[in-house]
């Protein structure tokens, strides 16, 4: 094969290379890069923090794999960081008056509620999901604080502690494994079952889906129940990494999981999905905050540059 030849081919292969649904990949090894870098003395490529970059994104990171599937069928929910609070306190309550088994069962539930109502409020009666899910996280902020009256409930069981991120598998933290468990099915659904692909489908053009059989609205309710389970998971793994419970567990995380998942790929106009690009979504922004941190940058610097990411998100969001 000739110079010449190569070079076309290579040229082709550019051409053909999506920059916006893979920017993520290229801004994550640019920016590690430049805090390796610059902040070398400050310990950022040390392996304790890279794994602390880990667990302090863990939650998000497992928030997004739902919220990829709210966005790719060209819905959004709001309530998914105020979910993940109101789980937390509702487990360690329980957890504290009737056993490990009881708090996660009624953890687990507290999330399929706020997403069954969502759901159906946003597939049956066609309310816009911003209204609805902007809605439940008051309603649901305002549970957790009322029935804690804004105190923290302390979590003994240890058992709870050790399977919701509190302990580590050897090297490896507890909450690295549930978010390669979770990134690992969301992908594998999400890209190679029918359902994924209806989901999709949906958010690609509701008419159309629906006229060639998919049950548009199952799968706008199946979108939001997953993301109230999934954010009542997130939860119980906030109080098992902190042995509590609090309302604050959460607020304020629906911004940057929805940054991570548009900053990952996934269409805000609905149609496509990127799993793993929120998973690195997710990383993007914790290794932004990590290296602002190391850098002396206080919080209200971190939540400037955050909203920038979440603009730059926007804008590199396209419809097909």
Same mark, same amino acid.
């Given at each position: 094969m000739s110079t010449k030849t190569k070079t076309g081919l290579a040229l082709n292969r550019l051409k053909r290379f999506e920059w916006q649904q893979n920017i993520i990949y290229i801004g994550f090894a640019a920016v590690f890069i430049l805090f390796a870098v610059l902040l070398a003395d400050s310990g950022f490529t040390s392996p304790n923090n890279l794994l602390n970059i880990f667990r302090q994104t863990a939650t998000i990171s497992i928030m997004a794999m739902a919220m990829t599937y709210v966005i790719a069928a060209a819905e959004i929910d709001l309530s998914i960081g105020s979910v993940a609070g109101l789980a937390a306190v509702v487990s360690a309550m329980t957890i504290d008056s009737f056993g490990l088994?009881?708090?996660?069962?009624?953890? !687990?539930?507290?999330?399929?509620?706020?997403?069954?109502?969502?759901?159906?409020?946003?597939?049956? !009666?066609? @309310?816009?999901?911003?209204?609805?899910?902007?809605?439940? *996280?008051?309603?649901?902020?305002?549970?957790?604080?009322?029935?804690?009256?804004?105190?923290?409930?302390?979590?003994?069981? +240890?058992?709870?502690?050790a399977i919701f991120g509190g302990a580590d598998l050897g090297p490896i933290p507890g909450l690295l494994i549930w978010v390669a468990a979770a990134v690992s099915i969301g992908a594998i659904v999400m890209n190679k079952t029918k359902f994924g692909r209806h989901?999709? #489908?949906?958010?690609?053009?509701?008419?159309? #889906?629906? /006229?060639?059989?998919?049950?548009?609205?199952?799968?706008? $309710?199946?979108?939001? !129940? *997953? &993301?109230? @389970?999934?954010?009542?998971?997130?939860?119980? *793994? /906030?109080?098992?990494? *902190?042995?509590?419970?609090?309302? +604050?567990?959460?607020?304020?995380?629906? !911004? &940057? @999981?929805? #940054?991570?998942?548009?900053?990952?790929?996934?269409?805000?106009?609905?149609?496509?999905?990127?799993?793993?690009?929120?998973? $690195?979504? #997710?990383l993007f922004i914790g290794l932004i905050n990590n290296g602002l941190i190391l850098a002396g940058l206080d919080v209200s610097q971190q939540q400037v540059v955050r909203g920038a990411i979440i603009i730059l998100a926007v804008a590199l969001s396209r419809k097909k």
């Open positions: 088994i009881p708090g996660i069962a009624a953890g !687990l539930a507290v999330g399929a509620i706020a997403g069954a109502i969502s759901g159906g409020l946003v597939a049956w !009666l066609k @309310v816009p999901s911003f209204l609805v899910t902007l809605g439940m *996280l008051g309603l649901v902020v305002g549970v957790a604080r009322w029935i804690t009256e804004s105190a923290p409930i302390p979590i003994a069981d +240890q058992t709870f502690i989901v999709r #489908a949906t958010g690609g053009n509701l008419v159309a #889906a629906g /006229y060639t059989g998919v049950k548009t609205a199952r799968i706008k $309710f199946m979108v939001l !129940l *997953l &993301s109230g @389970v999934v954010a009542s998971l997130a939860g119980m *793994l /906030y109080a098992g990494r *902190l042995q509590s419970g609090r309302f +604050q567990w959460g607020t304020g995380d629906e !911004l &940057s @999981v929805i #940054a991570a998942v548009i900053l990952g790929g996934t269409s805000l106009f609905g149609g496509r999905g990127q799993v793993v690009g929120s998973l $690195f979504g #997710a």
